[in-house]
């Protein structure tokens, strides 16, 4: 049974920072992509980071390129997405998810439940 949860979240002032951490069981991230989704109220889900284990490739969205990064624990199986410099328009809830590229676009199939980020300004 895959299971990714999600932690880290919660309320920051703008220019702060928040690490958010995703745990898996049932699958090794090592084996897959991963990624990080948020989403806002009102609005669609929107990619925001990825990893590739193997090359160390990234990929950022250009509204958090710089600002975030994406990072893993191959040995705790746990997935980190640092965030800096944050942004009020950063407030969504973000989700984990075992990711694939489709050309440009990246998506998951396993989700966690998400965590919460709200930045105030």
């Known amino acids: 049974q895959v299971q990714l949860v999600e932690s880290g979240g919660g309320l920051v002032q703008a220019g702060g920072s928040l690490r958010l951490s995703c745990a898996a069981s049932?699958?090794?991230?090592?084996?897959?992509?991963i990624g990080w989704f948020r989403q806002a109220p009102g609005k669609e889900r929107e990619f925001v980071a990825a990893m590739d284990w193997y090359s160390d490739y990234t990929s950022y969205s250009d509204s958090v390129k710089g600002r975030f990064t994406i990072s893993g624990d191959s040995a705790k199986n746990t997935v980190y997405l640092q965030m800096n410099s944050l942004k009020p328009e950063d407030t969504a809830v973000y989700y984990c998810?075992?990711?694939?590229?489709?050309?440009?676009?990246?998506?998951?199939?396993?989700w966690g439940q998400g965590t919460q980020v709200t930045v105030s300004s």
């Open positions: 998810a075992r990711a694939a590229q489709y050309g440009s676009r990246w998506d998951g199939d396993y």
């Open positions: 049932g699958l090794t991230f090592s084996t897959f992509n």
